[in-house]
């Protein structure tokens, strides 16, 4: 049944408003959330099973058809990036429940969770362009929430900047959502693949193209609208950070994937690619060369954020099969690869009571088990084999050799040893040198004071990650064989075409 | 600042504008109305009513906790959804009852919608104001 389609967006919802019904049971509150996640991700993995097993399906809300009525529509970049999505969820409610403290719990922690949750499952099944924007906006004014509950002075600077250029983003959004609707007469992403091509007149197309690459490069933070990012991402706590630095930046990036393969691709939006190319050079070596300086881990990792963002650009700006399915089994890991190592640090901080690199170590002594769990997503990132990394590396790099962008490639490597670097910088500070404070350093007493059952809640997610990171790397070709899939769907937009509009033109 | 008169009409304009508000809510699906409009203007009956008898008067006139009235507008607007899915029609298909009775005609999910939307902007607008103001008291 197509009503699948919706379930993902849905149960967050009925979730959150279960919540604010009983607003001051916390405890209802924890297991609500992690339950309604757990589902969530059920419900996605079944979306994913019929969508590679049915082809695409699509939804007409209320019954209006498309172009007219609002569309959702579940292909198999959408379907895999949902679950990627209701995953990350999920290790973050068992990550909350071991580090959110009762009073962002009392003021809505939790359901602005599901809320974000929902504006993103939205934002990746919507098949209209105005319903995207709605969906954007429900996930960004969740995460201003989220950003700056606790109201620190801190938070409330790195949200002043978060939301200003987000907000800006959105108007730039609208302005090129009614410049398109008044060029094409349509704001459905299969209508209008359909009738660009046709249209009489083009004028304006290439104006709305390099609107909408703006808009996404800035939610994707991509260079040079990345500085939001680092300025507001280490501010929140960790489980906060880490479900948006796996997951927003990456809605950015999703959109450019389904706007510059399926919707702008006739000759006036063309050059896109080639500044797209451009941009993603410059995208990584940055934000490599940012966390290259820093000190703090959670500003180190930001910064990475970055670079990692611009591999994905470089890879779906090529534009052929291989490298479409590189840039989406290059998010996936860099989703969960990521999202991991923001929980490390937040255990580093608890352990060691600081974020400063300078000011912490020896963790390796006391804690091997801990350093190995780190090894596991920082070799990840930096794509050492057997790990995710290395496939996602390799796939973006051979289709980059096969299309002759020599220069690029050269920095895309570059940018990967740096990456190693940062890797083992984090390493040898936080683990492997002596504790500055003399033997045994500063044990965390709220850290030694915590409950069994809270520290294995905020190891469990870790340890699931790091699994997922290493079953990606040996057992490559099914998920592979995923990302092809919906690389094929997306270049060939006949088949979405069809699902949405029922092969009538 | 206590003013009799105002004190006074407000008893009065509550009443009025809350008939009013449920009259732009009827009127809504097919002329200039609806839940959202008809939620404003309730919201602001209850704030004309605080700002002439105080916070205090205001929330116990209410009876409800804002929050409680977001919520039960969500949910009212998500069981609007439920004929849809238990008839296994598509999503959010509107269904009518024709109850043939005249001034109230046809009856179906969408008013079920709007009323939820008219609760949450009720609830929503209120839970605003009332911060507001005890943050001003404070």
């Known amino acids: 049944m197509n009503r699948i389609v919706m379930l993902p967006i849905l149960m967050p919802l009925c979730t959150a408003v279960a919540m604010i019904f009983f607003r001051r049971r916390i405890l209802l509150h924890r297991m609500l959330n992690a339950a309604g996640m757990a589902a969530m991700l059920g419900v996605s993995l079944v979306l994913l099973s019929n969508v590679k097993a049915g082809g695409i399906l699509s939804l007409q809300v209320g019954g209006w058809e498309a172009p007219f009525g609002i569309t959702f529509v579940a292909d198999m970049l959408s379907s895999i990036m949902v679950v990627a999505s209701a995953f990350i969820g999920f290790t973050t409610a068992l990550y909350s429940l071991g580090t959110i403290d009762e009073k962002r719990e009392h003021y809505f922690y939790y359901p602005l969770l599901q809320i974000l949750m929902m504006g993103i499952n939205g934002a990746f099944l919507t098949g209209d362009i105005f319903n995207l924007y709605v969906w954007f906006e429900v996930m960004l004014i969740s995460s201003f929430v989220l950003l700056v509950l606790g109201g620190r002075p801190q938070q409330l600077e790195g949200a002043i900047k978060y939301v200003t250029l987000n907000l800006l983003s959105s108007s730039v959004f609208l302005a090129a959502v009614g410049i398109l609707y008044g060029t094409a007469g349509t704001l459905n992403m299969a209508d209008l693949a359909q009738r660009i091509p046709l249209l009489e007149h083009r004028e304006l197309l290439s104006v709305v193209a390099v609107l909408f690459m703006i808009t996404f490069g800035v939610k994707a933070a991509m260079f040079p609208l990345f500085f939001w990012l680092p300025a507001s991402y280490h501010t929140p706590p960790v489980a906060v950070s880490a479900i948006f630095a796996g997951l927003l930046t990456k809605v950015g990036v999703y959109a450019i994937m389904r706007f510059f393969t399926t919707i702008f691709v006739h000759e006036e939006a063309a050059f896109i690619h080639q500044v797209l190319l451009v941009l993603s050079a410059f995208t990584m070596a940055v934000g490599v060369l940012g966390a290259v300086a820093q000190y703090d881990m959670r500003k180190l990792l930001s910064f990475h954020i970055i670079s990692q963002i611009g591999y994905m650009i470089f890879a779906l700006a090529l534009q052929s099969p291989l490298a479409i399915a590189g840039a989406l089994f290059y998010m996936i890991h860099n989703i969960v690869a990521k999202t991991n190592l923001f929980y490390l640090s937040g255990i580093i901080r608890r352990l060691k009571g600081s974020w400063d690199l300078r000011e912490i170590g020896g963790i390796y002594r006391f804690y091997p088990m801990l350093g190995l769990l780190f090894l596991v997503p920082a070799l990840g990132l930096a794509g050492i084999p057997p790990l995710s990394g290395f496939w996602a590396k390799f796939l973006v790099i051979k289709a980059g050799l096969d299309s002759e962008h020599y220069l690029l490639v050269g920095v895309a490597l570059c940018v990967s040893m740096l990456t190693l670097f940062s890797m083992i910088k984090i390493w040898n500070e936080a683990f492997w040198k002596d504790d500055p404070l003399g033997e045994g350093g500063v044990e965390d007493e709220a850290y030694l004071k915590m409950p069994g059952m809270r520290k294995a809640m905020i190891v469990l997610p870790i340890v699931i990650l790091g699994t997922v990171t290493v079953v990606f790397g040996l057992w490559f070709d099914p998920f592979f064989g995923l990302a092809d899939k919906a690389a094929l769907e997306l270049l060939d937009a006949g088949e979405y075409i069809d699902a949405v509009l029922g092969g009538k033109s | ?138």
Not at chain 2, 72 to 84: D, K, Q, R, Y
Not at chain 2, 92 to 117: E, H, N, R, S
């Open chain 2, 1 to 138: 600042m206590y003013s009799i008169i105002l004190s006074t009409a407000s008893r009065y304009l509550l009443l009025l504008l809350l008939i009013f508000s449920v009259f732009l809510l009827l009127r809504g699906h097919n002329e200039p109305g609806g839940g959202f409009v008809g939620g404003l203007v309730a919201a602001a009956a209850y704030a004309l009513y605080f700002i002439a008898n105080g916070i205090e008067a205001a929330k116990t006139v209410l009876r409800f906790d804002p929050l409680r009235i977001i919520a039960a507008g969500l949910i009212t607007a998500i069981a609007s959804t439920l004929p849809s899915l238990v008839a296994g029609e598509r999503f959010m298909t509107a269904f009518w009852i024709d109850t043939g009775i005249p001034f109230i005609g046809k009856v179906g999910t969408p008013l079920l919608f709007d009323l939820g939307i008219y609760f949450l902007v009720l609830g929503i607008t209120l839970s605003i104001i009332f911060s507001l103001a005890e943050e001003d008291r404070s």
